[in-house]
Nanobody, 119 residues
Framework: QVQLVESGGGLVQAGGSLRLSCAAK????????IGWFRQAPGKGRESVARISWAGSNTYYANAVKGRFTISRDNAKNTVYLQMNSLTLEDTAVYYC????????????WGQGTQVTVSS
């Protein structure tokens, strides 16, 4: 069973950038599609981006398209989320999740990392 640990969150000014990492252990990392989700205060969890096991397919929510880039390095068992041009609306706890199928369900979750964008 894969276990996921997120890192890279923090406080950043609007317009700035952050790169989140999702490190996996256990299981065979390249067997899993990986998704990034986020949950802002008082809101439900939403899908941000996902990437197939080989990295050949990616998905982005409209709210982040053109600003965020998801990538993976299977040799390092890590998926990245590069976030540029951050806005106040990107403030949330970001979670990575793994699924056997690219379309889901995403069953394995990390503990989350906080991203706070300030004005």
């Amino acid at each position: 069973q894969v276990q996921l640990v997120e890192s890279g969150g923090g406080l950043v000014q609007a317009g700035g950038s952050l790169r989140l990492s999702c490190a996996a252990k256990g299981g065979t990392f390249s067997d899993y599609a990986i998704g990034w989700f986020r949950q802002a205060p008082g809101k439900g969890r939403e899908s941000v981006a996902r990437i197939s096991w080989a990295g050949s397919n990616t998905y982005y929510a409209n709210a982040v398209k053109g600003r965020f880039t998801i990538s993976r390095d299977n040799a390092k068992n890590t998926v990245y989320l590069q976030m540029n041009s951050l806005t106040l609306e990107d403030t949330a706890v970001y979670y990575c999740s793994a699924a056997v199928a690219y379309s889901g369900p995403y069953d394995y979750w990390g503990q989350g990392t906080q991203v706070t964008v300030s004005s």
